[in-house]
């Protein structure tokens, strides 16, 4: 019995032995297949001239590279495959030792003449150089492409939108009689596929692959067209820490200053500063959104309106300061006021020396008394004297200041009409700022969310 596998395998070798050796190039040969052979590249590949070549594609994203809404351009990496059949390329796969497909340079087939149209600029650095064919004709063509594309783009959304994009493919010569052009898989299919090989996705969500055929007519003739609808979404999160928390904070910050005191000019440079600050963040805002756009961005109104809000509230400062100036400037001129009464003022509680000062404050025009410093050092008394006077000079400034001070400090308590009136503004548009820009912020955030 063992003899039998033994035999078996004796005659499997002879089998082998006798068994017929094949190159590609047999075939090659066999259908007379060379570079230079224009039977295989001139015209397109049909036997009957009325058949329309039916050409399948597919398209699948590898990657979102670029969106740019102030060029409104897209730029997406895209593998594409496209399948048709030749029908000068046959062979028996009985004759080449079941050879069924082989790969050729692409110079060698007619190839159909395909156009993305919403390109403007292509990197064709990764083609692959060859094509598939079967041995009855298909031919299968792969490839790789960075494609710059148009996409009309809305913003009105921004940064909480969703694009969608698309990529149209037809042929550029060959009317609906010569080239058919078909997708080969559905929506879903390549949706699904886009998913699985999706090497990055930035600020960039993907969310579907449509894709549609339609007939594009001009005059009486047709072509066939297919058209990619890319959906995407934008990931907010980086443009809301960059620049609509940053406006809002100072909405904040401006809000917080009306407990600053109105007295002094602090206010009003805080308030400029905070302004000029939201200025900033409109330039960075400038540079992103695109200057045609059929609707007012919401970003914009976002920004404008707060913008608006801070320069009313800096306005109202400006009066508030302004009436509040004027109550002061009333009361020191009328001799009867009670100003700087020695005896309630805290300068005697403080120090001796203050008495002083708040005689010399109290003559009509103080600064006439003291001397400029450059008066003291040329034309007072030489030597270690001058620089004794500058000292005495400069403590004198310092107690001016520290006077003023309470004196307007002894003023609040007694304030006048015009300080009660802008105490009054101030408190009302207070109150009407918040309820402004709640109201406001709602408003945007509903809109934002629909
Ligand atoms: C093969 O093609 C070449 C040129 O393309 C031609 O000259 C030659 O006659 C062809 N051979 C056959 C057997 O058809
Ligand atoms: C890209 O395509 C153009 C035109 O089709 C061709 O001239 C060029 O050689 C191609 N570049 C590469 C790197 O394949
Ligand atoms: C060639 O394409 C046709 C039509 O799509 C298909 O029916 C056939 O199976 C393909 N041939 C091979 C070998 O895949
Ligand atoms: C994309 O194609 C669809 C389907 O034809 C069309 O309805 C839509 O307007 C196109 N979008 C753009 C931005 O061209
Ligand atoms: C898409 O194609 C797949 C298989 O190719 C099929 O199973 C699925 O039902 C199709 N979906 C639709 C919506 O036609």
Avoid at 266 to 282: E, N, Q, Y
Wanted: proline letters at 5%; charged letters at 15%; one cysteine or more.
């Amino acid at each position: 019995m063992a003899c039998v596998p033994i035999l078996l395998l004796v005659f499997l070798t002879g089998c082998l032995g006798s068994h017929k050796v094949c190159s590609y190039h047999d075939i090659l040969v066999h259908l007379n297949l060379t570079r230079d052979n224009e039977v295989y590249t001139t015209t397109r590949p049909v036997l009957d001239h009325t058949h329309p070549t039916v050409v399948r594609m597919d398209l699948a994203l590898y990657a979102i590279l670029a969106v740019i809404e102030k060029t409104q351009t897209f730029t997406p990496f895209i593998w594409i495959i496209l399948m048709w059949n030749n029908e000068r390329v046959s062979w028996d796969p009985a004759m080449f030792c079941g050879i069924t497909e082989l790969s050729i340079p692409k110079e060698m087939l007619w190839k159909p003449d395909l156009l993305i149209t919403e390109m403007t600029d292509m990197d064709n650095a990764s083609q692959s150089p060859y094509v598939y064919i079967t041995y009855d004709g298909n031919v299968t063509f792969e490839e790789d492409l960075k494609v710059v594309s148009t996409c009309k783009m809305d913003v009105h959304k921004f940064p909480f939108d969703t694009q969608s994009c698309n990529i149209t493919v037809m042929s550029i010569l060959h009317s609906v009689s010569q080239l058919r052009l078909t997708p080969s898989s559905n929506s879903s299919r390549i949706t699904q596929f886009t998913r699985r090989v999706m090497q990055t996705q930035g600020e960039w969500e993907f969310l579907s692959l449509a894709v549609t055929n339609e007939l594009f007519v001009l005059g009486d003739q047709n072509w066939d067209q297919i058209i990619y609808t890319i959906s995407m979404k934008r990931r907010p999160l980086l443009h809301v820490i960059n620049f609509l928390l940053p406006v809002l904070f100072f909405l904040c910050l401006d809000l917080s200053s009306f407990l600053i005191s109105d007295h002094r000019g602090d206010k009003l440079g805080f308030k400029v500063t905070v302004l000029l600050a939201i200025s900033v963040l409109l330039l960075i805002l400038n540079e992103i959104l695109p200057s045609m756009s059929n609707r007012t961005p919401l970003i914009a109104t976002y920004c404008i309106v707060i913008f608006a809000m801070m320069l009313l509230s800096l306005l109202e400062t400006v009066l508030v300061t302004h009436l509040m100036e004027k109550d002061k400037a009333a009361s020191p001129s009328s001799p009867a006021s009670p100003a700087y009464p020695s005896s309630n003022s805290p300068s005697e509680k403080g120090c001796a020396r203050c008495a002083c000062v708040c005689d010399w404050l109290r003559s009509e025009t103080p600064r006439d008394h003291l001397p400029m410093a450059e008066q003291v050092a040329d034309g007072g008394p030489p030597g270690g004297d001058a620089h004794l006077w500058l000292m005495v000079l400069q403590e004198l400034r310092e107690l001016k200041g520290l006077a003023l001070g309470w004196v307007r400090q002894a003023h609040g308590g007694h304030p006048g009409y015009w300080t009660r009136l802008a105490y009054r503004i101030n408190v009302g548009f207070f109150i009407f700022y918040v309820a402004v820009a709640l109201f406001f912020l709602t408003l945007m955030i509903k809109e934002w969310q629909s």
